[in-house]
């Protein structure tokens, strides 16, 4: 018997997933996974793993709206990809998607590509925003976290990258960058 399972997801820790729970449980879905982790890439999303190991053939991943699943095509092609290796489909609640027609595929691609359009735009006006700072002396970027002069003081008394990053709580690729730069300047 195939089953609707429930995909909720917001960006940050101060986004509620309320709304879109309720809307997946109304929409009939038996199980619902939630989680609060940026769309852009699929790393770290441990639940929407659990619900893609979930699925069988027949069964429908719902979403309350395209860009809660992926906010690249590359991430939303491969995700349909999957589901539909697995016989599974994917239906969004606010939008006409459901892959188990051509008309909801057909939508669903249009979707993505919006959807990716949108992270484009944000990510430049991001851009736009830092570099007009920046002009204005108002940005500084993050503080630096590793300490250059215990970096070349270690390395100075022989001891090597590897036990220096440990000694530090750095990446060994940090300390060789560092040790560049040192060189280049």
């Given at each position: 018997m195939s089953q609707l399972y429930g995909y909720a997801r917001v960006s940050s820790a101060g986004q509620d997933l309320s709304?879109?729970?309720?809307?997946?449980?109304?929409?009939?879905?038996?199980?619902?996974?939630?989680e609060k982790a940026s769309g852009t890439s699929r790393n770290g999303r441990t639940e929407l793993e659990t619900l893609l190991q979930f699925l069988r053939r027949g069964d429908t991943l719902v979403v309350t709206?395209?860009?809660?699943?992926?906010?690249?095509?590359r991430d939303l092609q491969n995700?349909?990809?999957?589901?539909?290796?697995?016989g599974a489909h994917l239906k969004a609640t606010e939008q006409p998607v459901d892959t188990s027609s051509a008309a909801g595929k057909a939508f669903l691609d249009m979707l993505g590509v919006f959807a990716e359009f949108e992270t484009s735009l944000r990510r430049e006006r991001q851009m736009e925003g830092i570099a007009a700072a920046k002009r204005k002396g108002v940005y500084k970027g993050r503080p630096r976290s590793?300490?250059?002069?215990k970096?070349?003081?270690?390395?100075?008394?022989?001891?090597?990258a590897t036990d220096?990053?440990?000694?530090?709580?750095?990446?060994?690729?940090?300390?060789?960058?560092?040790?560049?730069?040192?060189?280049?300047?």
């Open positions: 709304i879109q729970k309720t809307a997946l449980k109304a929409a009939g879905c038996s199980v619902i996974r939630a709206r395209i860009d809660r699943l992926a906010r690249s095509m995700l349909v990809h999957e589901l539909r290796e697995k590793i300490d250059a002069t970096v070349r003081a270690l390395v100075a008394e022989g001891t090597g220096v990053a440990k000694k530090l709580g750095i990446g060994r690729a940090s300390v060789y960058r560092l040790l560049r730069q040192s060189d280049a300047s």
